[in-house]
């Protein structure tokens, strides 16, 4: 990945897709911003406790970086695929902003999904991530773009093959043609889960051979623990799927082992932020 800054903010590119004419994407680390200690830096989450006009400050500096309105369901750690769509008659080149963006955030925030599929320019998709895996996809031949939110349930029902098969119904994407995008997430370095998350990859035959797991010995001596791998999960769910290696890109950050760059759930004091991650066409 490459480094990029901004006006008050930093983020890193997927190379591959940086190289896309017209597609814009941004994986934002929590550097720069407005936010206050405990949520330092560029968080974007505004239902962790954060000041709420601070954390309008900071999206209006993602938007800015990023060149194009930002819209998004609401996350619920599912494995729903949501269409993102404007009305039909509104045509981004001859209508005013607000007159389309209102309308389809208002839709969207009626709409929960953990996954996001579109063909449209002028917008971006955005989600706020602090642990689980930002996968992003784009179809060259078709112009559709997709982003995940893979956190260990919606990675346990397999949600990046199920994104990939809507894609595939919708606008006819061939799984061989994705270009892949694995943002900062969780490792097994840090993220020690229970034998009952396992038994749960198990009963999603797909998601259980694609799983990975890690048992170490405990620090105390008592015993093994065992550890997920997000990322690496989902990667293996990307090649599952029919994505070729060679269009897989990872970011290769562990959000636990660098609270400096991004933000963790698991593994900072609560309460804490959340990093922001998009991608859309400009017009």
Known sequence: MRTQQADFCEYLQFEHLAAVPGLTHAVFTRRGGFSAAPYAGLNLSGVTGDDLATVRRNR?????ALGLPLVGTLTVHGAEVAAVERDAD???ETTNEAEWLEPLRARLRQTRADAMIADQA?????????????????DPRHHAFAMI?????????AIVPRTIAAMRDRYGTRPGELLAGIGPAIGACCYE???????????EPL??????????????????????????????????AG????????????????TDLFYSHRREPKPSGR?????????
């Open 149 to 157: 939110h893979a956190g260990w349930r919606g990675t346990a029902r």
């Open 193 to 203: 889960t229970s034998a009952e998350v396992r038994a749960t990859f198990a009963a």
């Open 90 to 92: 509104a045509d981004v």
């Open 122 to 138: 002028g917008f971006a998709l955005c989600w706020a991530y602090g642990d689980c895996a930002p996968v992003l996809l784009f």
């Open 60 to 64: 209006e500096t993602v938007i800015a």
């Open 243 to 258: 994505v070729a290696a060679e269009h897989i890109e990872t970011s290769g950050y562990c959000t636990g082992c660098r």
């Open 207 to 240: 998601a259980g051979e694609c799983a990975h797991f890690e048992e170490r010995p405990r620090a105390d001596g008592q015993g093994m623990a065992l550890y997920l791998d997000v990322a690496a999960s989902n990667e293996a769910q990307l090649l599952a």
């Open 275 to 283: 990093f922001a991650v998009a991608i859309g066409l400009r017009t």
